[in-house]
DNA sequence: GTATGATTTGACCAAACGGTCAAACACACG
DNA sequence: CGTGTGTTTGACCGTTTGGTCAAATCATAC
């Protein structure tokens, strides 16, 4: 490890190397499927080298998914009390899904580990996440009860929204499996759009 | 390994043990996570006896893979082509919801395998599942034509009723996080209902 | 009870893995 | 150029892991 001072340009390049190899392998083989020489390999780094840069294999997945949360949330925290209730909603749905499109590995990193168990996350989920949906669920909540949007179980509606959007990340394999040679993020926009307009739109 | 005679009541015995404690541990660790000896453990075994049942780590992985298979498409298989299009599909939503909450560790099972690339069901995906998924597909899409659900994009539909059931059961760990004490499923399959029932009411 | 096959296990092996370390190398700066 | 710091690596270590094997134990049919 080096001394206590600015990163080098080796430095800043060589942990943006690794962090981003880090993420390939996680995301595609979880945390115990992964190999640190794997990571290296990708990174393009020996071994050694790779355990120069980072102290062990669990603090590279923690500085991965750390960064990842840092950034899973944005969507969500922007989905504006102030604005029209349905384009509000419909706008956190179109950002989740370019988030699936754009960002696959980081969906598939985070899947894996609630998969599992988020063993290490677990305290994320139940204090900052939690908090977070609290505060988004009493928005739409009052947007429902003013009749807005229709009645809809707020929490319900969230996770209806994560598991739609995400899916086309996580289970992408099997989405194109079925779909064959036709682009699984075609339709799906506008698929969103319908389905949440007639769901929301009030009677 | 015994000779090829009919199982006796001890293999009967542990090689049920085996496959379940294998799900268990599958599951919740993934392929290259879970260890043989964790699978024994839980199983009542030795490892030496596990392997004196199974060939290798592989072979357990594949039976217990290749038993979810068998049954994981029957709710969709079960779509009836000659029913009422609108109640078919919210019955299957209920049936795929009802697996969620009643086979958990299965739905990880699938689910790890996905996110993963599928390196094992590739093959499954791309022939027996696209070709029910196909035919569904048609039939749905001729309900669509006729008038009798809402127009609506078939595959995106399965995968959105496929995502949205699963989710409870893979992302168990983030709807607990999320909801605290409250049963995740107690407010689910009222919420399924009128979102499919809003989504496919004809005009 | 005893013979035969089924079952179980302690001891063991080779490979893979996460991680260490001293030595070699590269590079900036006077 | 040389010297001090940052960087890289081959060799190595202890542990975990999947899997083997011979020997011991158990169950069952005669």
Redesign the interface.
Known sequence: MPKDRAPTRIQQKNRAAILDAALDVFS??????ATVDQIATVAGLSKPNLLYYFPSKEAIHNEVLSQLLDTWLDPLRALDPAGDPLEEILAYVQRKLEMSRDYPRES?LF??E?????PRI?DV??TD??AL?DEKVAVIKAWSDAGRI?P??P???I??I???T???A??E???R????EEDPFA??P??ME??YR??LTPN
Chains 1, 2 share one sequence.
């Open positions: 595609a083989q979880g945390f115990r499927g598939r899947a894996n609630i998969v599992q168990g988020a677990h989920l139940s996440l939690r949906v229709a809809v179980h929490y319900h509606l996770f209806s994560w598991s739609l995400q899916h086309y996580d289970f394999v099997q989405v499996a079925v779909l064959g339709a799906t506008e698929f319908t389905l007639r769901l």
